[in-house]
């Protein structure tokens, strides 16, 4: 059987996903420093009990794994689309300054001593200025090379600047109270992620995706290539653009909620692709499902793993390391999408 009739390109491959959230889904509901026997949550999601179990549940339980699912499914469809339509499998994120940008607002707001409403509302701002700043920086040069390279080392330029401007905010931030925050905060974390969060980032990222989910057929087009696009028809810049804005849109408001959480939006790509192939039509919605998955399991892990929570940016690189170095053997054995 060739690699392309393979069943895990049908559905095999939506099943394993879906079974895979669901199992993920089960798990963190049940487990926790308060644990919920899984023959409750049928009584509970029937609103049939108000005990400690059932305020636990929807005031603490609930909300975090929908913040966790909403931050992998975001995550994992921006870095399928970015590696689609840059034709670069290391195309993360983060690629065009998104995470940074947020990073240095969630930081400013941190230093500046605001609250926490506010410091989650300059995240979300400064993930969307960086990219529109990265944007206008690569229009500024139009006409200098290929305009998708000059957009890529915009927003590595620009993202070093931005990380140069965090580590600076770090050296004059107070060392007892503002700097543990900050620091905190930049390794990703859920902990403090409530139902109004949860609320507040979820319309625009569900529009992101809704974006990334609608343009997905056409994004196919630019893996061809430019000039194999434009002959198809297809204006690259207006498609790019409205990707871009999508990926960007979700990616910062959920960098906003979560704080910087690497590593989904590279690694869960690959491992859709491993399943789904190369297709974005398939890939992008199944990386939106592994996503989901991956982090709730990973920040199940990080509330179960210790005596204190640990935070969710070390565990998706020490997790996400190795799976991305395995995934790449075996691309390079041939065994790959």
Known sequence: MSRADSPWRGPLAWTLAVAALLAAMAGALAVGRFPIAPGDLPSILLGARDDVAATVFWNIRAPRVAAAMLVGASLAAAGAAFQGMFRNPLASPDLLGVSAGASLGAVLGIFLGLPVVLV???????????VAAVAAIAAAVRGQGDPLLVLILAGIAL????????????????????????TFWLLGTLSAATRGDMLAAAPAALAGLLVLLL???????????????????????????????????????VTA???????????????????????????????????????????????????????????????????????????RSGGGA
């Open 257 to 331: 909620l979560a704080g910087a959480v690497g590593w989904v939006g590279l690694v869960v790509p690959h491992m859709a692709r491993l399943l789904g192939g190369p297709d974005l039509r398939r890939l992008i919605p199944l990386s939106m499902l592994l996503g989901a998955a991956f982090l709730l399991a990973v920040d199940t892990l990080a509330r179960m793993a210790g005596r204190t929570e640990l935070p969710l940016g070390v565990l998706t690189a020490v997790l996400g390391t190795p799976l991305f170095l395995w995934l790449l053997a075996r691309a």
């Open 120 to 130: 989650q509302g300059m995240a979300f701002a400064g993930g969307i200025a960086a």
């Open 215 to 253: 343009l997905r057929w056409r994004l196919n087009l630019l893996t061809l290539g430019e000039d194999e696009a434009r002959a198809l028809g297809v204006e690259t810049g207006r498609l790019r653009a409205a990707a871009v804005a999508g990926a960007t849109l979700a990616t910062a408001a």
């Open 159 to 182: 993202g070093a600047l931005m990380g140069a401007a965090i580590s600076l905010l770090k050296v004059l931030a107070d060392p007892y109270n503002q700097l543990p925050a900050i």
